[in-house]
């Protein structure tokens, strides 16, 4: 298995750093090469959307958020720049179904999509963040997620045809269904999560985060408790550092796993806080 993260559409918010306390956001996806077919998680911004914004994401909001609009960002331009078929992503991965998560959908017909069903119910229900333009094309939607054994407490489900080491994980808050991706490398003991749009910004885990981002978070929500609460569950496992977590608008990840320590080889070294962390 190899995990590439990738920015699938710039954020150049109006404000940038001294607002929002980053001089831009991404559009972060995953792109899983199995033995033998390629996985994303998440598409942001796609072909058709650079080439149509206005009915696929709306005016308001690509002046709102900034976005850039490069082709080469899009997610089938990322795949190909890799040396990979952009015909052997076989499978596409939901976090949520807002605008900027499911644009690049219409560049991988052929995929089957997997959602949990919150998710897939919103988008056939025309909820409120569903942009019509970018379903369109006619969703290839997967069989329903399975339950699975809880992960920290959360719930989980395994997807139709994908390995159980690939599983979604309620992270509820920010939309109906809104779920992280939980992938599992057993052979080298990682993990790594993402969490969505759970997190905008890293320091919404020590709540320190500029208050636009509190506002934006809070305005985009669909259940406010059920979002600290996921959020609080992300700031305990930032502080284990035991997963690596990332989310899908700050470019910098949230939590980067921590390296298990060797043994210290000084002489009456008891890994007192003056020892520098090995490298």
């Known amino acids: 298995m190899r995990i590439h993260e990738l920015n699938c559409g710039t954020l150049d918010v109006p404000g940038g750093e001294a607002v929002f306390g980053s001089p831009r956001f991404v559009c972060r996806c995953l792109l899983i090469e199995l033995e033998d077919r390629l996985v994303a998680v998440d598409t942001g911004i796609g072909l058709r959307d650079v080439e149509s914004p206005g009915p696929r994401l709306g005016e308001d909001w690509v002046a709102q958020v900034g976005a850039v609009l490069d082709p080469a960002e899009t997610l089938i331009a990322r795949v190909v720049a890799l040396g990979l078929d952009p015909r052997d992503v076989s499978d596409v991965v939901l976090t949520h179904h807002h605008r900027d998560h499911v644009g690049g959908l219409a560049d991988f017909p052929a995929a089957r999509v997997h959602a949990t069903a919150a998710c897939r119910s919103a988008v056939e229900a025309g909820d409120g963040g569903v942009v019509p333009a970018q379903w369109a094309h006619g969703v290839r939607w997967a069989p329903a997620p399975v339950p699975a054994d809880r992960w920290r407490g959360q719930e989980s489900w395994t997807l139709d045809g994908l390995p159980a080491s690939l599983r979604l994980v309620a992270l509820a808050g920010h939309s109906p269904g809104h779920a992280g991706v939980l992938v599992e490398d ?14 905008h910004h890293r320091a919404q885990l020590t709540r320190t985060a500029p208050p636009a981002v509190e506002a934006f978070a809070a305005a985009a929500q669909h259940d406010e408790t059920a979002r600290f609460r996921t959020q609080r569950l992300l700031a305990e496992l930032a502080g284990e550092g035991a997963v690596r977590l990332v989310s899908s608008h700050d470019p910098v990840p949230l939590c980067r796993r921590r390296a298990a320590r060797p043994p210290c080889r000084r002489r009456r070294c008891s890994r007192s806080a003056a020892c520098p962390p090995s490298p």
């Open 186 to 199: 057993a052979p080298r003991g990682r993990e790594l999560l993402h969490v969505g749009d759970a997190v």
